[in-house]
């Protein structure tokens, strides 16, 4: 899938699901692109490993100790909050690899609007 293809299909599932998205997330997805890419690069690794559950806030623990030992003065900019949004918009985006992560009831980031992310 060429990178355009794939920036479409993000846009249109966000679009599509913002009730599952804290409008924070969505902001903060289009300059964290690398972010993104490089979750759903471990996301299918675990699961090609043979993984059936995992959490996404250990990737996204793994990933910011791989920049912080490779790339000098580099520093991930990712809220923990954010690691179940990334989880919800893998599932979305990639259907037939849905079932890695398990989702609890959370704050979509509003007040007493409790959404299942």
């Known amino acids: 899938m060429?990178?355009?293809?794939?920036?479409?299909?993000i846009k249109e599932t966000l679009e599509t699901h913002k009730d599952k998205f804290c409008d924070e997330f969505v902001s903060w997805l289009p300059d964290n692109q690398h972010v993104?890419?490089?979750?759903?690069?471990?996301?299918?690794?675990i699961q090609q490993k043979g993984y059936k559950h995992y959490s996404a806030r250990t990737i996204i623990h793994v990933l910011r100790h791989h920049s912080a030992v490779a790339e000098k003065g580099s520093e991930w900019k990712i809220n923990d909050h954010h690691s179940p949004?990334?989880?919800?918009?893998?599932?979305?985006?990639?259907?037939?690899?849905?079932g890695l992560f398990e989702y609890r009831t959370t704050n979509k980031g509003k007040k007493n609007e409790p959404r299942r992310i």
């Open 2 to 9: 060429t990178e355009t293809v794939m920036d479409d299909l």
């Open 36 to 45: 993104w890419e490089a979750f759903t690069d471990e996301a299918i690794k």
């Open 85 to 98: 949004y990334l989880a919800r918009l893998f599932d979305l985006v990639y259907p037939h690899r849905a």
